[in-house]
């Protein structure tokens, strides 16, 4: 059973900058893409950037140049580097497998003031 556990959030004002992390128990060695994902109050979540093992990473249009992902898989460990962080970005931030996902975690909430 893979599991999720973000850190890193936290409240920052606009044009501030964050670091998530996400710990995954078990192997995330044999998982070919390892995602980031976002769900702003009252809405559905979506995929902010994925990264495969090798490969072309992807991020939704409204964050690139300014996310960055980033995965060590010697600590089982996947990386969102956040910055010049825009009130639009407020949402609880979540972590898994990109494609067909594994139960979620808690996520990590993440507050931008304008």
């Known amino acids: 059973q893979v599991q999720f556990v973000e850190s890193g959030g936290g409240f920052v004002h606009a044009g501030g900058s964050l670091r998530l992390s996400c710990v995954i128990s078990?192997?995330?060695?044999?998982?070919?893409?390892m995602a980031w994902y976002r769900q702003a109050p009252g809405k559905q979540r979506e995929l902010v950037a994925r990264i495969p093992w090798n490969g072309v990473i992807y991020y939704v249009d409204s964050v690139k140049g300014r996310f960055a992902i980033s995965r060590d898989n010697t600590k089982n460990t996947v990386y969102l580097q956040m910055n010049n962080l825009k009130p639009e970005d407020t949402a609880v931030y979540y972590c898994n497998r990109g494609g067909q996902v594994y139960s979620w975690g808690q996520g990590t909430q993440v507050t931008v003031s304008s």
């Open positions: 078990g192997s995330i060695t044999n998982i070919n893409n």
